[in-house]
């Protein structure tokens, strides 16, 4: 099966930039969503399709992928940006796609 | 705007049955799949199953596959999951999520959560 792999956590100092990465084997040819989730809230998905951003996600938040790994960066990272990050793929290289997310990461703003 | 309601989480006994539904409103729901993810306490995110707008396509966790069933209504604008033989590891916070397309894509709302506790 399809494995992600995400760091555990980040730490960043506020108006820095933070990169929360995603490894999995030829991530680069698969599209890679992902989310953020503060503490007893539901995730949002915060950017899609390796690149793109919901309405409403500010443009701090941008991805990219490429060979093997995926990033997400923060860019001038706030206070409100403190929550774990996953990554998400499709696995449809069989008959039965199904769906992979990353352990996720806990990006502290120091 | 978009809501979605999940309800039908409880305690229930390892081995017995629950049925979970979710209740969606503010979009057209037979145009996007739908799906449920599960996070267990203090754990990451799972997904568990996924079904496509038709319910032509439908996808299941190996974790899942056999005990659990996926099925939406679209009268109704619903979505269920029936779940079976559950087992203490299936304890979890269960998420319904509206897919961005039909099949194939991200997840671009989520409810609140039903909570399952499996337990003696």
């Known amino acids: 099966s399809y494995v992600l792999t995400q760091p555990p956590s980040v730490s960043v100092a506020p108006g820095q930039t933070a990169r929360i990465t995603c490894g999995g084997n030829?991530?680069?040819?698969?599209?890679v969503h992902w989310y953020q989730q503060k503490p007893g809230q539901a995730p949002v998905l915060v950017v899609y399709?390796?690149?793109d951003r919901p309405s409403g996600i500010p443009e701090r938040f941008s991805g990219s992928n490429s060979g093997n790994t995926a990033t997400l960066t923060i860019s001038r990272v706030e206070a409100g940006d403190e929550a774990d990050y996953y990554c998400?793929?499709?696995?449809?290289?069989?008959?039965?796609?199904?769906?992979?997310f990353g352990g996720g990461t806990k990006l502290t703003v120091l | 705007e978009v809501q979605l309601v999940e309800s039908g989480g409880g305690l229930v006994q390892p081995g017995r049955s629950l049925r979970l539904s979710c209740a969606a409103s503010?979009?057209?729901?037979?145009?996007?799949?739908m799906h449920w993810v599960r996070q267990a306490p203090g754990k990451g995110l799972e997904w568990v199953s996924g079904?496509?707008?038709?319910?032509?396509?439908?996808g299941y966790a190996d974790s899942v596959k056999g005990r659990f069933t996926i099925s939406r209504d679209n009268a109704k604008n619903s979505l269920y999951l029936q779940m079976n033989s559950l087992r203490a590891e299936d304890t979890a916070l269960y998420y319904c999520?509206?897919?961005?397309?039909?099949?194939?894509?991200?997840?671009?709302?989520w409810g609140q959560g039903t909570l399952v506790t499996v337990s003696s």
């Open positions: 999520a509206k897919g961005v397309r039909k099949w194939l894509a991200s997840f671009d709302y």
């Open positions: 503010g979009f057209t729901f037979d145009d996007y799949a």
């Open positions: 079904i496509s707008w038709n319910s032509g396509s439908i």
């Open positions: 030829n991530i680069g040819s698969k599209s």
């Open positions: 399709d390796d690149s």
């Open positions: 998400q793929v499709w696995d449809s290289s069989s008959d039965h796609p199904y769906v992979v």
